[in-house]
């Protein structure tokens, strides 16, 4: 029987990691390659899995002895490989800015939408496709600059509304120097309303083949992804997707709290602009190529966190290889299962993603005993 004057016998071992904690990662990461091989493989013209490393190979210069036929070869290439790496890009990202919003909002049912990235995003996009000519007719001097931008017009307006949005949030949350996070949701709240009723008058003033235009976008699509895509939207989501990775240990710390992080160490206010500029990026870039596409910054993280615990460091890499893979086959659903026709994603993650949402709010609800 140990007395008051004995010591306590000393913690040698951490808690131990949950089994599944410890998997998801690999798992996810196998799910991963699985997902892009079949992305890669699957569509009009059939690719098998060995075809596709035989080529992949191929384009390294290291001959593996996999046959394969010259148009498969020709489809990978210019057409599937570069619809999966950009897939692969947007869904990273995509996660990686859910799960950071819900550990800075320390609410797993938050998303970059709460702070108007999206909206924001469709606003411009939309005034741009509506008045874009109108624009032209009363100043044909920006014909030139018009021209110039071609495809990138309507991802580069989308990215500036984004930006836009999310900088007079972060404006109006200002208090005493710092960013308060819960001025920060109302505002977001405000915003959103109101550029969604401005979308919403802009498209009552659209013609029919801007609605179509409107409608596609609106629903989010992989159809424009090429290799200069890929290129030209890589700066933007590089940063993103390095950076917020290394924030999985400020954001724990966070968890408990603004004060007692900060008493530890944190510098919240640097944080929390870190991670709004670096999720707004991520969020912006990607609309800007993919269009808007939903629940899948809502839904991943959190069925990460379910599994990998609170532990962000799990998540946040658990969310960017998630998202990767979700956004990947369900791309390859939507290119397939009403071919030669494409459904946009947008409407598959809605469908895959509202049911899921609504057993994250039942969940919720039966954990805070109501």
Known sequence: MPT???PSPPITHAPATPLRARLLLPGLALLLVAAVLVGCGAGAV??????????????????????????????????????????VLVGAALGLAGASMQGLFRNPLADPGLIGVSAGASLAAVATIVLEGM???WLPQLAPVRAALGFYLLPLAAFGGACATTLLVYRLAREGGRAVVATM???????????????????????????????????GSLGGASWPVVAG?????????????????????????????AHLGVPVGRLKRQLIG??????????????SIGF?????PHLV?????????????????????VLVLADTLARTVVAPAELPIGILTALLGTPAFLWMLLREKRLRGL
């Open 233 to 261: 939207v890589l700066p933007f989501l590089a940063g993103p997707l390095l950076w917020l990775p290394r924030l999985g240990k400020p954001l724990n710390l966070l968890a408990l709290g603004e004060a007692p992080a």
């Open 185 to 219: 949701l109302l505002a977001g709240i405000a915003v959103n309303a109101l550029a969604g009723a401005l979308t919403g008058l802009l498209t009552y003033a659209a013609t029919d083949e801007q609605l179509r235009s409107i409608t596609f976008w609106g629903l």
């Open 135 to 137: 624009l032209l007719a």
């Open 46 to 87: 059939r690719i098998p899995v060995l075809s596709v490393l035989g080529i992949g190979l191929h384009k390294l210069g290291l001959g593996a002895g996999l046959a394969f036929e010259p148009q498969q070869e020709a489809v990978l290439w210019a057409i599937r490989l570069p619809r999966v790496a950009l897939g």
């Open 296 to 300: 899948l910054g809502l839904v991943v």
């Open 305 to 325: 966190r379910l599994l990998a615990g609170p532990d962000h460091r799990r998540v946040l890499a658990g969310s960017a290889l998630g998202g990767a893979a």
């Open 278 to 291: 670096l999720s707004t990026l991520a969020v912006g870039a990607s609309v800007a190529v993919a269009g």
């Open 4 to 6: 008051l004057t004995q």
